[in-house]
């Protein structure tokens, strides 16, 4: 049984820094791009970062300069370092392994609970 479980999440002031962490067991982790996602009260889901198997990283535009994707297949873990925050950050991040097919990112099978990032004003 494949299980995502995020953390890391909290209420931060504008400015702040958060790092997310999300643990992956019952898949071959270090053979698979995992990446971030969010949703905004309203909104739709979005991606916001991925890495590949060989630690490729890609970060939305909305993001670049702010946001670190990084990964430890030993842990089988992804994290999304999250600096510089802005009130429009706040969503709810979730975990999960996209896919990439002509030049575009897919949402992937597996999703974890999500965790909810705040940042005040």
């Known amino acids: 049984q494949v299980q995502l479980v995020e953390s890391g999440g909290g209420l931060v002031q504008a400015g702040g820094s958060l790092r997310l962490s999300c643990a992956a067991s019952?898949?071959?982790?270090?053979?698979?791009?995992m990446g971030w996602y969010r949703q905004a009260p309203g909104k739709e889901r979005e991606l916001v970062a991925t890495i590949s198997s060989g630690g490729t990283a890609t970060v939305v535009d909305s993001v670049k300069d702010r946001f670190t994707i990084s990964r430890d297949n030993a842990k089988n873990t992804v994290y999304l370092q999250m600096n510089s925050l802005k009130p429009e950050d706040t969503a709810v991040y979730y975990c999960?392994?996209?896919?990439?097919?002509?030049?575009?990112?897919?949402?992937?099978?597996?999703w974890g609970q999500g965790t909810q990032v705040t940042v005040s004003s």
């Open positions: 999960n392994n996209p896919r990439y097919s002509s030049g575009r990112f897919y949402p992937g099978t597996y």
């Open positions: 019952g898949i071959i982790f270090s053979i698979n791009r």
